[in-house]
Structure formats: C-alpha cells, structure tokens
C-alpha cells in the first residue's frame, strides 16, 4: 500500500472488513460500505487483502499490521512494526456517552486519586474515570479529556437535602466533574437533575449498607431481591439520574434491567450486559497487597515495580547517611569557596 496514513470515514461503527487495493500517493479515504479507496491522485479498487479495521484501541493483524485510533484515524506498517495510534483523545461528553449505550458499545471507568494513572487511563483510551473531589482538579488537569465523575463530597451528611446537595455538585462542576456520583436519596438527585448537574447513583450492593445485607454479598440472586434493584435503578432513572453503579448483581439481571430502561448502568461486579465496565485502578494494577474481588482481574504488578524502586531510594538515601557520617560528602566539587581577602574581611567585620 502506497499511503503512509489511512483516515476512515466511519459509518456504523463495530468490526469492519474493509476490502481494497491502494491507488495514489499520501493519504486514502475509506468509506465504510464500499470497497472503494480514494487516493490523493485517483480513484479506484484493487484486489481483497484482507484488512480487518477494529474501533478503539484494538489491533487487527493480515498482511499489515492496523490500529484504529478513536478519532478515525488509522496507521498502518509491516507486521513486524508498527506505529501506534494518536494518543489525543476527543473530549468524552454526556452525548457520546448516551450515543455508545444506543450502540450496545461498552466502556470503560477506572476509580483513581493518582493524576499520573489518571494521564494514563486517557492515554490508553479509557473513556470514564471516577476521583474524590480532594483530587479533583488535579486529575482533570492531567486527564482533560476523559468523562471525570467526583465523588464523596456529594456524600457528606451535611449535603443531605436538596439545596446542599445542588451546591456541592455545582462546586465539583467547576472543578472540572463532568458529573457526580452520590447514594444520597432520590430527592437529592432530582434537586440536581433539575438543575442540569449529572448524577450517577448507586444500587446493588452499596457498601456503606452492607449491614442491611448482612455483610458484602452479591445482591439480586432472588426474585424479589431482583425486583428491588430494578425499582431502586428505575427511581434513579425517574429522578432524573444519568446513570447507576450496579454492584454484583448477577449477570442476566443487569442485562435485564439495562435492556430495559434508559439509564445507564455502570458494572461493578455484574457482568456485560450493562454499558460500562467499572474497576478501581488499584487492583487493574496489582497495587492493592490486600483482598482483590472476584469480578476484578490484575493486569499488572506495579506493586513489584514499586517495591523495586522504593529499595533504590532506600539504597540511595543509606549511601548518603554513610558518606555523612564518614566525612566524604559534601566533596570539593560540592564547596563554594571564598577569596581569602574577603574571607579575612569577613572575619575582622565580626570580630
């Protein structure tokens, strides 16, 4: 293929096999539907390669190696190289939220305070991520990008009425929340609703709740306890809420309810059929050294990495109390010196 960049026009979005031959120099348009591929000096079709061009942040492999970056824009390369997509992301609103749920096209939210696994969460596509209002503006100034949900300000005992309620999700707006996410009662959320704040509640298993159920537990697994979370999420989506946390509900429940209704339900623990995966960066990242939940999955071992580090830093940090206590720090090439003329002018001055 001729073209170094491939921009695609995407129609409908999903898993694409995009049939065609290169024609021209620079840039090629695909329009998906056609097999047609417009270059930068003609026009024309070629024979199948069997480019298979997923959304996202997916690789597909044939004869080239292809990634499809989120803002339509491809590169291509040898299988044995590749170049990766462009890590801009585009600002993730309210609109692309509701308009991936339409599509059955599932997301992803990260919980994190850290801004840098904030940054990182943005660089590798994740769409949503939730932070406490102490690290709010912090996090947004190193993840401007993503849908940033704030939490537990929204919570406090003395925001527990209406009026309050509204003015602590305004104060997490202007720091930068695209939206809120309380367990406060339906009253609260639709103060805020009528006000044009987003809310995301909270049903399942809430943990602050956990006696009501006798310890944490999966909730749900009977009818009548199926039921109530189906009325708890509807009386979130009639007060006006955007979206839920539903927390290990099992599977074909979620599903159930979020076929049903509008609302969208963020899974914690209850399968795929909601419209977002949620899970805490801590576990995502092996650095949680206690229990990790069953719905969660480790996908790397920073806490090792960390470890590493922190015995270079002790290491470093023992080193100097050594050349400290043994005289050789600081070393000349550490030393200001003076001229013995200003020295001695100096002395006489105190004298």
Partial sequence: MAGKNIYLDFGEGGMVACAGGA???????????????????????????????????????????????????????????????DA??????????????????????????????????????????????????ALRAA????????????????????????????????????????????????????EKIPVVGHVGYVPYRSSWFGGPRAVGKTASEAIQVYRDTLAYQEAGAIAVEMEIVPQRVAAEIARRLEIMIFSMGSGRGGDVQYLFA?????????????????????????ERVQA?????????????????FPEAKHLLEVHEGEFAAFVEGIE
């Fill in 23 to 85: 024609v021209g120099d620079g840039r090629q348009l695909v329009r998906f539907g056609r097999t047609r591929l417009r270059g930068a000096r003609g026009r024309g079709t070629g024979p199948a390669l069997g480019y298979e061009v997923s959304l996202g942040k997916n690789w597909c492999r044939s004869k080239r190696e292809v990634s499809a970056g989120r803002n339509g824009c491809i590169f291509w390369g040898d299988a044995t190289h590749h170049q990766e997509p």
């Fill in 88 to 137: 801009t992301m585009k600002k993730i609103t309210l609109h692309d939220l509701f308009e991936a749920k339409k599509e059955r096209r599932q997301l992803t939210e990260i919980f994190t305070t850290d801004p840098l696994e904030a940054q990182a969460c943005e660089a590798a596509g994740i769409e949503i991520v939730m932070t406490i209002t102490a690290t709010l503006k």
């Fill in 143 to 194: 993840a401007p990008n993503v849908f940033m949900i704030a939490t537990d300000k929204i919570n406090d005992p003395e925001i527990a009425n209406p009026a309050a309620a509204v003015a602590a999700g305004f104060r997490a707006m202007n720091d930068g929340a695209d939206a809120v996410y309380t367990h406060l009662s339906t009253e609260c959320v639709r103060a805020m609703s009528r």
């Fill in 282 to 306: 801590t576990d995502v990242l092996g650095t949680n050294t206690g229990h990790v939940p069953r719905h969660s999955k480790v996908y790397g071992n920073l806490h090792a990495e960390l």
């Fill in 312 to 328: 270079l830093r002790v290491e470093a940090f023992r080193a100097l109390q050594a050349d400290v206590r043994g005289g050789t």
